[in-house]
């Protein structure tokens, strides 16, 4: 085998396999309904455009510093002061790929082989590989409850002589839900006392329901020196729908910034120019658009769960923020692989299976897409689950019949 034993361990991403899967389907004229996506649909913002096109037509599109272009950072410094209340220097602040690529290099630069992160299920599917790529051993804490906050007490016995991080994402990607200011606060506390770093993915912050608000990990640290092991990951992927423009960032102490530039410095040079002022354009740009997203998800979250609450044996917990859910369909079937493959094949509706996010008999929803596409998704997952549902339905022009129990 010339294949490296690491990349032979590396798990398929579920979620982009899944992508493929539907778009598959859909070349093929199948009515697919794809719930299991992770990207708004709505417009990139003008001003991203705009600033994009501006430096495409000088013609002069070279490398950039590694670390970022200087507008682009010092937007990142006052999106950082005005909405974590937290002053950070131009030093404390890279750019790289995508808050995915950002996880990835913070991961280079942190860990030895060995050292383990601590990732509380439910968790992101890229959590756990991206700690495997860099030989260290991903910890997982789940929680105790069926709400999905995550306990204090779990985490501080999780901890080991090796633990070197822990990555905490609210709101979570898979389940929606906001951890409690409460537990933020005791986080910050727990990773001070025993000088573990915190990485706080916050890819979702801006988008959450209810008249919540974000919550600053910032204001629960004691140690607001450039020492500090307050680490931030965020990005314009979700907030401003930008995933296709790959641009993420990290807010660190000048050391661990300096040694991240090192570590990407050599294994992309630096992120497009491109893309990087298109990230400057949406960042300093008007912000309506993210509040449009932000009111159209709330909605969207309504009308899912108002569609699952009709749903017989679901138990879901309604989520804070994201645009996922995670109803737990334990009452059908509690291999969720099994159950999201079927779900696909006899009712053509995508869904994400919980065990890819360390949480078995659960199905990841997600309400990016129309009202319409919820309804019919969920319609349809109903028919293909309830026994009491009608033995047959349209899908598309196309008539299907229930021929399993
Ligand atoms: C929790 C979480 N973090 C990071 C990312 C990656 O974001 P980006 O597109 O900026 O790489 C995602 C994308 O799905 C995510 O769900």
């Given at each position: 085998m010339?294949?490296?034993?690491?990349?032979?361990?590396?798990?398929?991403?579920?979620?982009?396999?899944l992508n493929e899967t539907a778009g598959k389907l859909r070349d093929r004229g199948e009515p697919v309904i794809h719930l299991g996506a992770g990207e708004p649909k709505s417009k990139v913002p003008i001003d991203a455009i705009l600033s994009a096109a501006s430096k495409l037509t000088t013609a002069d599109i070279r490398y950039t510093p590694t670390e970022g272009i200087s507008s682009l950072i010092k937007a990142i410094v006052r999106y950082t002061e005005a909405n974590y209340g937290k002053i950070v220097s131009t030093k404390n602040v890279i750019v790289s790929n995508g808050a995915k690529h950002s996880i990835f290099n913070l991961m280079m630069t942190l860990v030895n082989p060995q050292d383990e992160v601590i990732i509380l299920a439910p968790y992101w599917v890229s959590y756990p590989e991206i700690v495997k790529m860099v030989y260290g051993i991903p910890v997982v804490v789940s929680p105790d409850d069926s709400h999905f906050q995550p306990n204090i007490e779990d985490i501080e016995e999780a901890i080991s002589s090796y633990t070197k991080a822990i990555i905490v994402n609210s709101p979570n990607n898979p389940s929606g839900i906001m951890y409690s200011s409460e537990f933020i606060a005791q986080i910050v506390e727990l990773c001070e006392k025993r000088g573990i770093y915190l990485i706080m993915d916050d890819i979702y912050h801006k988008l959450i329901f209810d008249g919540k608000s974000i919550i600053s990990p910032y204001k629960y640290a004691k140690d607001q020196t450039d020492s500090s092991k307050l680490i931030i990951v965020n990005g314009v992927s979700k907030m401003y729908a930008m995933t296709g423009f790959r641009i993420g960032w990290t807010v660190a102490n000048t050391k661990v910034i300096e040694a991240m530039i090192n570590v990407q410095a050599q294994n992309m040079s630096c992120p497009s120019v491109v893309m990087q002022e298109a990230a400057a354009g949406a960042l300093n740009g008007i912000q309506s658009g993210v509040e449009n997203l932000r009111l159209t998800l709330e909605n969207s979250r309504n009308v899912m769960l108002n569609e699952l609450h009709a749903f017989t044996g679901i138990r879901v917990t309604p989520p804070d923020g994201t645009f996922y859910c995670l109803p737990d369909f334990s009452a059908y079937s509690k291999d969720s692989i099994g159950l999201s493959k079927m779900l696909l094949e006899k009712a053509l509706v995508v869904t994400v299976p919980g065990k890819e996010f360390g949480i078995e008999g659960h199905l990841r929803l997600s309400y990016c897409g129309t009202v319409k596409e919820i309804m019919e998704g969920i319609a349809r997952i109903k028919w293909a689950l309830d026994p009491e549902s009608p033995n047959e339905?349209?899908?598309?022009?196309?008539?299907?019949?229930?021929?399993?129990?």
């Open positions: 010339t294949i490296s034993k690491l990349a032979r361990e590396i798990k398929e991403s579920p979620t982009l396999k339905i349209f899908i598309g022009d196309r008539k299907y019949r229930r021929d399993w129990k």
